[in-house]
């Protein structure tokens, strides 16, 4: 089972606000990371360090961290925002990475 | 542009051993700590293994302590993984990940395309 919870499913209507929820004992001493995968193609780092976006992701993302849950804003969602995401931080002790079992974001 | 291109997965049988490579190019690969990761079909990532870029500081998850080995080559630009006694819950996509510094943030910024590891009879 995964040290990181998250919900299995979240929906949003096109255009609208959908967050994605990740809990975790190792998030109240680290920050998440939140990953994007779309079928057959490898995790691309869409949030880091709470709130940061690599470079090309769109500001339409954004993350948040509230004592051992941290979140992942996507305000005004696209069709191609469709994807599963995971969230991902490193171990209560700091030693080692840590996944969510992921959430299928469906764009309605 | 950073590149990692995995290579070396296939079908193998339970028991037996299987060595992963990584190639990469784009950056420095010896300032980087490197990271092997999987995923098994329908399941979210789960860390395997990491290496420092400094000392070559070695770790691993649980699951395959004692079975795996991960190795890297800085002159070739290159990270392995070494599986023995391979189980059938070692399938999976085996996704190596480069690890970043940020400020005072780390980060899994960079991963190859994976390579698909099936232990089966």
């Known amino acids: 089972s995964s040290e990181l919870t998250q919900d299995p499913a979240v929906s949003v209507a096109l255009g609208q606000t959908g967050t994605i929820t990740c809990q975790g004992d190792?998030?109240?001493?680290?920050?998440a990371s939140w990953f994007q995968q779309k079928p057959g193609q490898a995790p691309l780092l869409v949030i880091f360090?709470?709130?940061n976006r690599p470079s090309g992701i769109p500001d339409r993302f954004s993350g948040s961290t509230s004592g051992n849950t941290a979140s992942l804003t996507i305000t005004g969602a696209q069709a191609g925002d469709e994807a599963e995401y995971y969230c991902n931080s490193r171990d209560r002790n700091g030693n080692y990475w840590v996944f969510g079992g992921g959430t299928k974001l469906t764009v309605l | 542009e950073v590149q990692l291109v995995e290579s070396g997965g296939g079908l193998v049988q339970p028991g037996g051993s299987l060595r992963l490579s990584c190639a990469a190019s784009?950056?420095?690969?010896?300032?980087?700590?490197m990271n092997w990761v999987r995923q098994a079909p329908g399941k979210g990532p789960e860390w395997v293994s990491s290496?420092?870029?400094?000392?070559?500081?070695?770790q691993y998850s649980d699951s395959v302590k004692g079975r795996v080995t991960i190795s890297r080559d800085n002159a070739k630009s290159s990270l392995y993984l070494q599986m023995n006694s391979l189980r059938p819950e070692d399938t999976g996509v085996y996704y190596c990940?480069?690890?970043?510094?940020?400020?005072?943030?780390?980060?899994?910024?960079?991963w190859g395309q994976g390579a698909l590891v099936t232990v089966s009879s």
């Open positions: 784009g950056f420095t690969f010896s300032s980087f700590g």
């Open positions: 190792s998030l109240s001493s680290n920050y």
């Open positions: 990940a480069r690890e970043a510094w940020f400020g005072a943030l780390l980060k899994l910024d960079y």
């Open positions: 290496i420092s870029s400094a000392n070559g500081y070695t």
């Open positions: 360090g709470q709130n």
